[in-house]
């Protein structure tokens, strides 16, 4: 590993001599780029990824300079990935710089991909509200370029966020938005069911059973096969539950239906505020009497 980061150093250091010196225009900017390019691949292989990193920034500014916006964007892509495996932070720096790189040349495409990661970044990192703003831009911008399944992968995200930031009047519509768009096209018809369970838990944590009476109705008229799925089973003996405050017979639904389809993290948390909030409205009746 030693050699790799003598060797890095190395290469940087001839870089900068060849940027500081005099030379033909473009021509010392390329010949720096070629040594950075190389400086930055010596410290990934000993390992050294902040090192790595910041001569990546360095390439990018050499591509900057030859007015190669492309290049430029691909090298803030190489030193985020540098980043990601020791800070968020400066990684999403990279990325965002990319970001703009991409949308001012016009790859909308790769500029979408790269606020997903950002927002994949903030996720790991619990900081919902971020995440969904950058999930939000690559949803808009796949969708610019009609990559339909990308982009309602990130608006599924977006809706899985703001229902765990209790946004769930944004988080329903965007369920459902989704289901009448996938009810339309051949390959992603067999999601319909999912999305709509999705919607329905997100109805269910609002606690208003008149909506979600109201919900499984139309989603019975949006699919007419909704109506013989699990999962519209699943949604109808919560509702009835919650609608008599039966927080035993609530839970025994949950475990059944886990007992088949594994409820995923995302579900179980929804679920759990469900359960907690009729377990809050027995108590408050018990106190009543």
Known sequence: MGDYMAKGEELEKKAEKKLSGWGLFGSKYEDSADLFDKAANSYK????????GEVYIKLANCHLKLESKHEAASAYVDAANCYKKTSA???ISCFNTAVNLFMDIGRLNMAARYCKEIGELYEADQDFEKAMDFFERSADLFQSEEVT???NQCKQKVAQFAA???????????????ARQSMNNNLLKYSVKGILLNAGLCQLCRGDIVAITNSLEQYQELDPTFSGTREYKFLADLASSSDEEDVGRFTDVIKEFDSMTRLDAWKT???LRAKNALKAKEVEEDDLT
């Open 164 to 178: 765990q930031l209790e946004q769930y009047p944004k988080a329903v519509e965007i369920f459902e938005s989704i």
């Open 45 to 52: 292989l000993a390992k050294s990824w902040d090192k790595a």
């Open 269 to 271: 948390t929804l679920l």
């Open 89 to 91: 932070k400066e990684a």
């Open 149 to 151: 399944t990308s982009a």
